[in-house]
């Protein structure tokens, strides 16, 4: 019962784990393919001034979705993971645009 105890402990430390780094995965991705985009719409200046609020806001919208699914069990390199990818770039987009 105390093994079983400690292993549910540690499940829910892997899920934090599993989000931040997907939160720095998907952080990443925006910064390659879409901080030029950024940049063109908002300025050089603006645009560096943001990214810390950028993977803010990139985390916030997995742990979003962390509440109401288990990320570990998202395929993400099939369907589910590139909509989860493309969707939160977009929101990204749109709010910091």
């Known amino acids: ?31 390659r393919v879409f901080f030029e985009r950024l940049v ?20 916030a919208k997995l742990e979003n979705l962390a509440a109401d699914r288990d990320i570990s069990r998202i395929n993400w390199k099939g369907h589910e993971g590139q909509q989860i990818t493309s969707d939160v770039m977009e929101a990204t987009l749109r709010v910091f645009e």
Do not use: H, N, P, S
């Not at 105390?2 to 910064?31: N, R």
């Not at 063109?40 to 985390?59: N, P, S």
């Open 1 to 31: 019962e105390e093994l079983e105890q400690l292993m549910q402990a540690e499940v829910g430390q892997i899920e934090g784990v599993l989000q931040d780094y997907f939160g720095l995965y998907l952080y990443e991705v925006f910064c």
């Open 40 to 59: 063109q719409r908002t300025g050089e200046t603006r645009a560096y001034a943001v990214l810390g609020q950028i993977k803010d806001f990139i985390r």
